[in-house]
């Protein structure tokens, strides 16, 4: 058997540190978009392979900026509405008092915004903790700011209703609903719970099982 290629080393390495410090699962596809992601850090970094994966293990700054890069950072309003429709049916009239609910990998926000609308028309109080491992998707998040090809899932009266703009193709959350949702960073691997979520009533974490 030939030994492995210099570069599998390389990638083999990183993917190992992925693994232990987001919960990677080392499948093609995921191992595919992370050997582009390592080579467009370096050179991003103006580095090597060699030098930049042996930087990421003690430079946490070189780590976050591929964890953005790594992570897929796309959603939907209301992705698979049925989680939604069982959310409004069944969970929400069953909690006495105000509703909690923990959107783990919120990505941009479409997900914990979609959440605090079904906590508006079902006249529930309650919010949302909405969490990411990414900061550049937490950046998006509290703004509230989307472009229309941004809104898939929206239907017209809640884009009417929920969203504000829409000239130029910017579009905004309403404060009322941005209210209702507190962005936090978190890790789900490496982290210890945000505060609050264990008196969560309901988690939606579809959005990091594809990493796991």
Known sequence: MNP???SHVLLDRAAE???RELGLRPDPSLLN???RCLR???AARGDDLERYV????GDLD???SLYDR???QETAFFRHP???QALAEHVLPAIDGPALIWSAACSNGQEPYSLAMVLDEQAVPGSVIATDVSTQALRRTPEGSYRSRELGGLSPARRERYLTGGSGDDWKVREAVRDRVTVQHHNLIADPLPDHVGSCHAVFCRNVLIYF
């Open 33 to 35: 978009r992370l050997q």
């Open 4 to 6: 492995p290629s210099f």
């Open 17 to 19: 540190l992925m693994h």
């Open 70 to 72: 790594l992570t897929v």
């Open 82 to 84: 049925g989680q939604f």
């Open 54 to 57: 042996a930087r990421l293990a």
């Open 62 to 64: 070189a780590r976050q």
């Open 40 to 42: 467009d850090e370096a």
